[in-house]
């Protein structure tokens, strides 16, 4: 027993001192940082300063790296992603993130990255960790046959395209078009590239548009370099033919050192004269920076039918509506002037000639026209204002008519007598109401015309 009590307290003493420093230990971290091309890189190139975060737990929290600027040298920080990395170090299996500056010198010269300090947060930890990469150098140099301070393109490779879009075909004046160039740069930061030249043309007036730049993704999350679009709008002012020059871009390799030159052609465009009115800006542009694609149009024929067809629904809907109310009160006009016109002394005297000539002849229609025309009933009366030449007749045909006269020659005379009977029965009727009306009662009341 007290063997075994004195090995239990032995074990007890050479356990504990080894549990407790793998306590305090904690997770294990690297820190790895190398830089791409490891030496030396063209004064506008790029170097890559590629940095490790590497633990055998987890990331808690996002590491967080300092901004790192170098005197004469442009530096871009990591983005928001960055590249998962699963390795096996030791035997031990390892979890990481890689994170890329994108250095591009400015001028020549050596120029040192200093060591960064990095704030880890790892998984089982007692809290954020702060490692330190190691140092870096590197020599920048100037590509050959560059000038002093001019920008320079320098990438593994350089794509330069074109396209060219019309508003109209043919081009007539008041028409545009647009010169699109797409430059992709790989192993180059897109802000250095520089903007194409796009010259002036005399005849064409020149809208240069604002580029576009971005970086050039690798497919897989990563930056492998830089795009730029340009685009140059030119407004045909005058007919005739014009020439888009050729447009050159010169960069140096970064694997050799070498000057190199990707160019688009020189593009050629006719233009003939406005058939009619132009508008000093073109529309379709407009609507295409508006985002309106496309335009609805309807042929002129479809628009006539569809008018008709409105006016006819709007005319049934009308009619339904107040269709009824118009024809009844078009009847009651109707029946108003008719019976005005049955009235009017003018139909009574229509009257008097057929029934003159009638068998036998009668007086009526004339004794009514009398009465309307003068307002006398009785024929003695009226003739007594009339001249002898008219009234003998209609007295010898009333003797005729109702006593013994000369016989059916007095028909004839009354008839031939009838318009100078006519006539000077209007003028005693206007002569009557003018002598015998009475004057207004009040200022401004309305002097009768004739009282019967």
């Given at each position: 027993?007290?063997?075994l009590?004195v090995l239990?307290?032995?074990?007890?003493?050479l356990?504990?001192?080894?549990?407790?420093?793998?306590?305090?230990?904690?997770?294990?971290i690297r820190?790895?940082?190398?830089?791409?091309?490891a030496?030396s890189?063209?004064?506008?190139g790029?170097?890559?300063?590629?940095?490790?975060?590497l633990?055998?737990?987890?990331?808690?929290?996002?590491?967080?790296?300092?901004?790192?600027?170098?005197?004469?040298?442009v530096?871009?920080?990591p983005?928001g992603e960055?590249?998962h990395l699963?390795?096996?170090i030791?035997?031990?299996?390892?979890?990481?993130?890689?994170?890329?500056?994108?250095?591009?010198?400015?001028?020549?010269?050596?120029?040192?990255i200093?060591a960064?300090d990095?704030?880890?947060?790892p998984g089982?930890?007692?809290?954020?960790?702060?490692?330190?990469s190691?140092?870096?150098r590197?020599v920048?140099?100037?590509p050959?046959?560059?000038g002093?301070?001019?920008?320079?393109l320098?990438a593994?490779?350089v794509?330069?395209?074109q396209?060219?879009?019309?508003?109209?075909e043919p081009?007539?004046v008041g028409d545009?078009?647009?010169?699109?160039?797409?430059?992709e740069?790989v192993?180059?930061?897109?802000?250095?590239i520089p903007?194409?030249?796009?010259?002036e043309?005399?005849?064409?007036?020149?809208?240069?548009?604002?580029p576009?730049?971005?970086?050039l993704?690798d497919?897989?999350?990563?930056?492998?370099?830089?795009?730029?679009?340009?685009?140059?709008?030119?407004?045909?002012?005058?007919?005739?033919?014009?020439?888009?020059?050729?447009?050159?871009?010169?960069?140096?390799?970064?694997?050799?050192?070498?000057?190199?030159?990707?160019?688009?052609p020189?593009l050629?465009?006719?233009?003939?004269a406005?058939?009619?009115?132009?508008?000093?800006?073109?529309i379709t542009?407009d609507?295409?920076?508006?985002?309106?694609?496309?335009?609805?149009?309807?042929?002129?024929h479809?628009?006539?039918l569809?008018?008709?067809?409105?006016?006819?629904?709007?005319?049934?809907?009308?009619?339904?509506t107040?269709?009824?109310?118009?024809?009844?009160?078009?009847?009651?006009w109707?029946?108003?002037?008719?019976?005005?016109w049955?009235?009017?002394?003018?139909?009574a005297?229509r009257?008097?000639r057929?029934?003159?000539?009638?068998?036998?002849?009668?007086?009526?229609?004339?004794?009514?026209w009398?009465?309307?025309?003068?307002?006398?009933?009785?024929?003695?009366?009226?003739t007594?204002?009339?001249?002898a030449a008219?009234?003998?007749?209609?007295?010898?045909?009333?003797e005729?008519?109702?006593g013994r006269?000369?016989?059916?020659?007095?028909?004839?005379?009354?008839?031939?007598?009838?318009p100078?009977l006519r006539?000077?029965?209007?003028?005693c009727?206007?002569?009557?109401s003018?002598?015998?009306?009475?004057?207004?009662?009040?200022?401004?009341?309305?002097?009768p015309?004739?009282?019967?």
């Amino acid at each position: 027993m007290r063997l075994l009590a004195v090995l239990l307290l032995l074990l007890v003493t050479l356990w504990g001192p080894a549990a407790e420093a793998e306590d305090t230990a904690g997770p294990d971290i690297r820190v790895r940082s190398q830089l791409l091309p490891a030496d030396s890189v063209l004064v506008g190139g790029t170097a890559s300063l590629q940095v490790d975060l590497l633990v055998d737990t987890w990331f808690s929290a996002a590491p967080r790296l300092p901004k790192l600027s170098l005197d004469g040298a442009v530096v871009s920080d990591p983005g928001g992603e960055a590249v998962h990395l699963n390795e096996e170090i030791d035997g031990k299996p390892f979890f990481g993130l890689r994170f890329t500056y994108q250095i591009t010198p400015q001028q020549a010269g050596s120029f040192v990255i200093p060591a960064l300090d990095i704030q880890v947060t790892p998984g089982q930890g007692k809290g954020p960790v702060t490692v330190h990469s190691a140092a870096q150098r590197f020599v920048a140099r100037q590509p050959a046959g560059a000038g002093e301070g001019e920008q320079r393109l320098v990438a593994r490779q350089v794509t330069l395209t074109q396209t060219l879009k019309r508003s109209h075909e043919p081009l007539r004046v008041g028409d545009s078009i647009e010169r699109r160039l797409h430059v992709e740069a790989v192993g180059a930061q897109a802000m250095l590239i520089p903007p194409p030249g796009f010259a002036e043309i005399s005849g064409l007036q020149r809208y240069v548009q604002p580029p576009s730049v971005r970086p050039l993704s690798d497919g897989r999350g990563g930056v492998s370099g830089g795009v730029r679009d340009d685009a140059v709008s030119y407004v045909v002012k005058e007919a005739g033919k014009y020439q888009l020059p050729a447009i050159e871009l010169h960069w140096w390799d970064t694997a050799s050192g070498e000057a190199r030159t990707v160019s688009v052609p020189a593009l050629e465009i006719e233009s003939a004269a406005a058939a009619g009115y132009q508008a000093p800006f073109s529309i379709t542009e407009d609507l295409r920076e508006l985002g309106r694609k496309t335009q609805v149009r309807i042929a002129g024929h479809w628009l006539f039918l569809l008018g008709a067809l409105l006016l006819v629904g709007g005319a049934g809907y009308a009619w339904r509506t107040w269709g009824g109310a118009l024809i009844g009160t078009w009847r009651r006009w109707r029946q108003a002037r008719r019976e005005a016109w049955l009235e009017s002394p003018e139909y009574a005297w229509r009257q008097v000639r057929s029934q003159l000539k009638g068998t036998p002849p009668e007086l009526s229609a004339l004794y009514l026209w009398i009465r309307r025309t003068s307002g006398c009933r009785e024929m003695r009366k009226h003739t007594g204002d009339l001249s002898a030449a008219v009234r003998q007749p209609l007295l010898g045909f009333l003797e005729t008519r109702y006593g013994r006269g000369r016989g059916e020659g007095a028909v004839a005379e009354l008839i031939d007598a009838l318009p100078k009977l006519r006539q000077t029965t209007a003028q005693c009727s206007n002569t009557s109401s003018g002598k015998h009306g009475l004057k207004p009662l009040t200022p401004g009341a309305i002097e009768p015309s004739r009282y019967p």
